[in-house]
């Protein structure tokens, strides 16, 4: 129960101050309109630097080279200070840039080398690629084709399992993400860092290091790490005190009087954090983001998470406020220009993440949730990173509030009203109860899972002491599809699953489902296989100093987060998977039309399909008017559970410690990627188009029946029985919430939701008309982000096909 001394803190005249502060100063909105109009860049730097390191250290142990590697980066990357921007540190040369990831995979450059147009995050965004940096990649791509740590993955991975990999991979049963990326989710403890700086962090690796004795196996190896670690504590000392330098210089030259004391004042922060502990809310943003920037130095693959901002900052914001330091406002304008900083990054996808996740770098920030006591965690900052949020209207970070039963209830409204004036999602609401329960299933102690933040989509993880993995994506429905093509991939012709039998000749829908069954099986115990010898593989050839640095017990016990260091393995995602939901609504199509009713017969169903219902509409018409789950109709509600959870039952099998598989069930743009492989489905969804989002969404256009039944239909069965996650998107008319009645109308919805077991929401709010205006003109509403799913983006960046299904969602009243 929260105490009433956190709410009286919270007052209503304390947060009127915080809904007048003017975000979008004339400094953070400059910044926000160069960040829009800027093209991304493809950089070479980091590529080049890291090539060079590699050849130099050639023989070392693999913690050592990678920490040398990681102290080159560090070193030779550009710094730039942009003009007027008080938060300091950029990923490239370049205002917008990325570098390809060439020391853990080179799938993604060679994707981006070889396609038409250069793009980065996504399909349709075109970026700038030199000549000279064309060449130097080139260059670069020869000498890590081969042997970059993924490809060796890839390479022995396929010598121990003996099916079509390349065809699997192309067929999109599976993603490559375990093959290109060392790490999904790369979590910094900035509470570590808020109070112990880097050099609090050196103090405990020099006192580990005494401790060795070297009379035991192991101990060499962990003398390795730990010196490696020291490494990249003095590689981020050295790049902020870089900066520190750079801004002197500046201001040295400066003739704005008003600017130079700025610099000055970058110079002095830059020259304190992160090697210390912050003593200022302006110094602890700066130390965030050199932190957040180094993650990204080290493994440029996206999903790094800001975690719980409004707790680990708190403290900073509040004595500057008492103390007369900073104002309000200054905080304001600060954090608004974080977010322009968190925008500005660029990460160079392989061909499938580039379709699973187009458009974000999930950055993710987490607020509200419980203290360590179980007490009501929200405090003013919480409030401001909402009022940030709503003003500046961008698509980083993604805010997730984390909801539980003694929560502020103006903390709530206020999130609403975020969303609503947002319209993209922002922030997505996540139930407190349920996540604790899956957390200490895993062996969290409470007091830690109550710390937990959001990674990736909405993967749960805890700061001190865990990680995410980059399991293997598995197409459930491209699994169903092949059921009715006896094994085979129908946009290709081969053979990729188990032949189970010509489903004409099935004689009832339980044989119908248990050839269903049986492909899940056979598919999911090769995507098993196939992981467990990629967990044992990265292990061996992965490694992350940097990363592991913040991560309990990896200084203790000497271990990278990889190689069995840190706290909580039982976090780590071992896969996704995505369609069950089209799979579901075609089963009850066939069960209801071909062997209940009889208004079909399979024959006629499978001509259809083949034809993607041309000069066949009549039979679509048909499936379409099938029961759909979503609407609280108990047999295919019943149907779509019995689907889930037995899916997951499947995959859910032990993994190398023994646990069962942690299933990280999200959304961000998967079902578009799903989608690209998969022909026409029973449901009556044509060719090629996505599948639903999400994993509790319903199919787009299928709920009729009011946001109360989806609600019903979802919570019918727990969906997180196997799986840690659930995703579940709601499309609400701007109308409905524009007053506060219509306000506690969606929070009570919400409640509802969340006392029947619900996990995750997120709600768009955006007028479907404004979205057909900016299919047709990109231009005007360059800045428009909206909710995808598990994540939000700027809908001009956004392929037509994903812009066309997210207009397609029912849009509710409530």
């Given at each position: 129960m929260a105490t009433t001394e956190t709410k009286r803190i919270i007052t209503q005249e304390v947060i009127d101050e915080v809904n007048s502060v003017n975000v979008l100063t004339d400094r953070v909105a400059k910044r926000k309109q160069e960040c829009l109009d800027a093209t991304p860049h493809l950089s070479s730097q980091?590529?080049?630097l890291v090539t060079d390191s590699w050849r130099a250290t050639e023989g070392e142990p693999l913690a050592l080279r990678r920490a040398k590697l990681f102290k080159k980066v560090m070193e030779g990357i550009a710094q730039p200070i942009w003009d007027g921007e008080l938060i300091v540190g950029s990923q490239t040369e370049f205002l917008r840039g990325g570098h390809p990831a060439v020391d853990y995979s080179v799938n993604s450059l060679k994707a981006t080398l070889e396609a038409e147009k250069i793009t980065l995050s996504g399909e349709v965004t075109e970026g700038i690629l030199t000549e000279e940096e064309r060449k130097d990649l080139l260059g670069v791509l020869e000498y890590w084709d081969g042997k970059a740590p993924g490809d060796v993955v890839k390479r022995l991975v396929l010598e121990k399992i003996q099916i079509p990999f390349d065809d699997w991979l192309e067929a999109h049963l599976f993603s490559d993400a375990p093959f290109a990326t060392p790490i999904a989710g790369r979590i910094t403890d900035y509470h570590k860092i808020m109070t112990m700086g880097l050099n609090g962090l050196r103090d405990k690796v020099l006192e580990r290091m005494e401790r060795l004795g070297f009379d035991h196996w192991g101990d060499m190896q962990k003398y390795d790490f730990l010196q490696a670690l020291l490494i990249c504590i003095d590689a981020v000392t050295a790049y902020?005190?870089?900066?520190?330098?750079?801004?002197?210089a500046k201001a040295a030259v400066e003739k704005d009087p008003a600017r130079r004391r700025e610099l000055e004042h970058i110079a002095e922060t830059c020259d304190w954090v992160p090697a210390n502990p912050p003593r200022t809310f302006r110094e602890a943003l700066q130390s965030v983001w050199f932190m957040h920037l180094a993650a990204d130095f080290e493994a440029p693959t996206g999903g790094e998470p800001i975690g719980r901002f409004d707790q680990y900052l708190y403290p900073f914001y509040e004595s500057d406020l008492r103390e007369?330091?900073?104002?309000?406002?200054?905080?304001?304008?600060?954090?608004?220009?974080?977010?322009?900083?968190?925008?500005?990054?660029?990460?160079?996808?392989?061909l499938h993440d580039r379709q699973i996740g187009q458009g974000s770098n999930f950055q993710d920030l987490t607020i509200g949730g419980v203290t360590r006591d179980g007490e009501d965690a929200t405090n003013?900052?919480?409030?401001?990173?909402?009022?940030?949020?709503?003003?500046?209207?961008?698509?980083?970070?993604?805010?997730?509030?984390?909801?539980?039963?003694?929560m502020n209830e103006d903390i709530l409204i206020?999130?609403?009203?975020?969303?609503?004036?947002?319209?993209?999602?922002?922030?997505?609401?996540?139930?407190?109860?349920?996540?604790?329960?899956k957390l200490m299933e895993r062996d969290v102690p409470l007091e830690d899972a109550r710390e937990w933040i959001c990674g990736g989509c909405i993967i749960p993880m805890v700061p001190s002491g865990s990680t995410s993995d980059p399991g293997f994506m598995f197409n459930r429905v491209k699994a169903f599809e092949m059921v009715l093509y006896n094994g085979v991939d129908q946009r290709t012709g081969k053979l990729l699953g188990v032949q189970t039998g010509d489903p004409r000749e099935f004689k009832s829908y339980d044989e119908l489902y248990q050839a269903y069954l049986t492909q899940l099986e056979y598919i999911a115990g090769i995507v098993r296989k196939t992981w467990h010898i990629t967990q044992q593989l990265r292990s061996e050839l992965f490694y992350m100093p940097f990363g592991s640095l913040t991560i309990d017990d990896c200084?203790?016990?000497?271990?990278?987060?990889?190689?069995?260091?840190?706290?909580?393995?039982g976090l780590k995602g071992d896969y996704a998977d995505v369609g069950h939901q089209n799979a579901a609504d075609s089963l009850t199509a066939i069960k209801t039309l071909v062997f209940d009713e009889k208004k079909l017969t399979m024959d006629e169903l499978l001509e259809a399909l083949k034809t993607n219902f041309e000069g066949h509409e009549d039979v679509q018409r048909l499936l379409l008017s099938a029961p759909k789950y979503g609407n609280d109709d108990d047999a295919a509600d019943d149907i779509f559970n019995t689907v889930s959870l037995d899916a997951s039952r499947i995959m859910a099998a032990p993994d190398l410690d023994g646990r069962p598989m942690h299933i990280a069930r999200g959304g961000a743009s998967q079902h578009y990627w799903a989608g690209n492989t998969v022909g026409a489905l029973p449901d009556g969804r044509l060719a090629w188009q996505p599948t639903a989002d999400a994993n509790l969404s319903p199919v787009q256009g299928a709920d009729v029946n009011g946001p109360t039944a989806v609600i019903l239909s979802a919570t019918k069965t727990n969906h997180q029985k196997y799986a840690m996650t659930t995703l579940l998107n709601l499309k609400v008319m701007p109308s409905m919430v524009k007053s506060k009645d219509g306000i506690c109308k969606l929070l009570s919805l919400n409640d509802a939701y969340f006392k029947r077991g619900g996990w995750h929401v997120q709600y768009n709010m955006i007028d479907p008309a404004?979205?057909?205006?900016?299919?047709?003109?990109?231009?005007?509403?360059?800045?428009?982000?909206?909710?995808?799913?598990?994540?939000s983006a700027y809908f001009v960046d956004l392929t037509p096909k994903v812009q066309n299904e997210i207009i397609a969602r029912t849009e509710h009243s409530i």
């Open positions: 980091r590529s080049l902020a005190g870089r900066y520190a330098n750079e801004a002197r007369g330091r900073m104002t309000r406002q200054e905080a304001a304008e600060l954090m608004g220009c974080l977010w322009i900083k968190l925008c500005e990054t660029e990460t160079i996808y392989s003013e900052l919480s409030f401001m990173v909402l009022e940030v949020t709503r003003q500046l209207k961008v698509n980083q970070p993604p805010i997730y509030i984390r909801v539980h039963e003694c206020k999130a609403v009203e975020t969303n609503r004036d947002h319209g993209a999602g922002m922030p997505a609401f996540m139930n407190d109860a349920p996540t604790l329960t200084i203790e016990r000497g271990k990278g987060i990889l190689q069995g260091g840190m706290r909580f393995p404004i979205l057909a205006d900016a299919k047709k003109d990109p231009q005007k509403h360059r800045d428009l982000v909206v909710r995808v799913a598990g994540y």
